[in-house]
């Protein structure tokens, strides 16, 4: 596989290695203390840190800067950019100042809508989509040019990621949604929170016959359960997860003080069939406001240590 | 249309509450449609008003006219001998109506008694949803006919956004998705192939954002 960037992520990924993302949330204050601190807990067990850009529209601390924050730490970050809040001059200008402090990953995401967020009566911005994130990123560092036309002196050395779900209606547009993606240059997915391994294997499988795999790296996202309420939740009331029913029982049928644990051993089982999944390249970890269990998942599944890359 | 609806009768007491000869001002184009600010609406908002001062032992004049437009010259100068016997006029028209009324009486204040909310249709009496929001560059012909840019709360031009779950949008189960009625529809006329196409970044020029918009048309304007 072609290396087009300085990105240990990319990297890891050429040599064949399962790669290892999560992701960190940044503070609702200044302190970046609670960036470290959270950084050091999963630091040794993945590639790369994925800071969010302010998710569910709740406004935090900028991801660019926590990002920053991690690149001083000596740690590899996937700078989150949704195009909620920013339009593509801000976008671009965005790009130029993480790829000043060396930031080689990008995650191009729309946003949530503000309406879930601590801003509801605020406008969004939406210029561009995610999908014309992911071409101007790629403009920019394949052609060396703003959208605008222009040189860029020192173009962004980016790798470039999405999101896909498998999950969202409609499936049938799915994976042509995937070819999107991948026809507008993307490089790496992350996924949403897989809990329905059945649905997320059709999809791979379509994909796979398409011959998508070959053109993208997939990583598999999970999400451990803390409890039989988060389950429900994660069901009933985030759009675009779906839990299947078995599996909300048997955290229900756990009693209280063992579900933490019960939750952890689902998340490990999932990860273990989803890397018998023809096209999975990695995972992505996102152990919500639970960033302590990271490196017991990474290494119950075998993927500990990371491997190392030049 | 235009769609528009009622001011509370309370924000509109407020912004008359220091006049005493006011003329009730209807339009009979959108706004009469969309039953905000018609000859009936004016009806109804000028005898609350009457009330209102009645009971404050307020002597004030409420006088009624809705004419056929208020968006043309021709219609707003209908009012002109009449306008002086006035010290306040509220207009039912829709935000076009009470500016172009601003402009073309200007010692007159003019105050708005609907708030202008969206270019739509009426679904059925009494529902009125959105349909364009006038980027000024139309692209149905790519959607399906469908628009994403005055449908989708994202106006996605490449979507659905993860969000997109049966049918329904993230925002709002009883707001339908965008892109879910565009794939349905691209389906019915056999070019769902047409969905992989990407769309490019929109010049938004046309838009709002390239500020105040102006057709001109010298065909016309002999």
Known sequence: MKINTPSKLEKILAAGHLAVTSECGPPRGSDPEVIVEKANLIKDHVDAINITDNQTSVTRMCSLAACIKLKLMGLEAVLQMVTRDRNRIALQSDILGAAAFDIHNILCLSGDHQSFGDCPTGQNVHDIDSIQLIQTVRHMRDEGKFLGGDDISRPPKMFVGAAANPFADPFEIRVPRLAKKIAAGVEFIQTQCIYDLDKFERWMKIAGDRGLLEKVSILAGVTPFKSVGMARYMKNRVPGIEVPDEMVKRMADTPKEKQPEEGIKICIESIERLKEVEGVRGFHVMAIEWEEMVPEIVEKTGLYPRPSVD | ?222
């Open chain 2, 1 to 222: 249309m235009i769609v528009a609806d009622k001011k509370p009768i309370e924000e509109i007491i407020e912004e008359i509450k220091g006049h005493e000869k006011i003329l009730i001002l209807g339009c009979n184009e959108c706004v009469t449609v969309c039953e905000a600010g018609g000859k009936k609406e004016v009806g109804v908002l000028a005898s609350a008003l009457r009330m209102y001062f009645l009971n404050q032992g307020r002597d004030v004049k409420i006088d009624e006219i809705t004419l056929e437009r208020q968006c043309d010259h021709e219609y707003l100068e209908e009012i002109r001998d009449a306008i002086d016997q006035y010290d306040a006029v509220v207009s039912l028209a829709c935000g076009v109506g009470v500016q172009f009324m601003a402009e073309k009486y200007h010692t007159t204040p003019v105050y708005p008694g609907v708030n202008t909310c969206f270019l739509g249709v009426t679904e059925k009496r009494g529902l009125w949803t959105e349909r364009c929001q006038a980027c000024g560059q139309c692209i149905l012909a790519r959607t399906g006919g469908i628009c994403p840019v005055s449908r989708c709360a994202k106006r996605i031009l490449n979507g659905p956004c993860g969000g997109s779950t049966q049918g329904s949008c993230e925002i709002n189960k009883e707001v339908f998705c965008a892109w879910q009625l565009i794939i349905d529809r691209l389906k019915a006329l056999n070019r769902l192939d047409d969905y992989e196409q990407i769309d490019p970044i929109k010049d938004w020029s046309t838009d709002r954002a390239g500020g105040p918009r102006k057709v001109e048309r010298e065909d016309v304007q002999q």
